[in-house]
Every structure is written in C-alpha cells, then in structure tokens.
C-alpha cells in the first residue's frame, strides 16, 4: 500500500481489509465481494482494533517516509 494509493481511495481503511481478505481468500472472483462481508461481519471489535492499528502504522510510515524526501 503506498501513498498515491491511500490518497486516491475513497475509504482507505476498507481498502487496507480487502487487502487482507483477499490474501486469505481461496475462492471463485465471482464469490470475492460477498464472502468479504462475509468477513467483515465475522471480525470482532478485537480484531478491527489489531487491523486498525496496522493500519495506522502504514500511515504514520508513509507520513515519516515523505518527509524524510523532503
């Protein structure tokens, strides 16, 4: 996930968990969308927190790493 990415994403974070649904999938393309809320309706407020976090960490490296460009 870089920058140019997040920037142009509308709902970031959501992009970031179909990211990692679909490094777990093992299913038809077909069936991709519905079992993603599939997933999302299975994860616990415990496991959307671990998500969050990684997902803020990417962030803040991305914010470090641009600033170090400049």
């Given at each position: ?11 970031p ?58």
């Amino acid at each position: 996930m870089n920058k140019n990415y997040i920037e142009k994403a509308k709902y970031p974070f959501e992009e970031y968990l179909k990211e990692i649904h679909a490094n777990q999938y093992e299913g038809l393309d077909d069936e991709m969308p519905d079992d993603f809320n599939d997933f999302l309706g299975g994860l616990d407020g415990e496991e959307y927190i671990k998500h969050g976090n990684a997902f803020v960490k990417i962030l803040l490296n991305l914010i470090e790493t641009e600033k170090e460009k400049r």
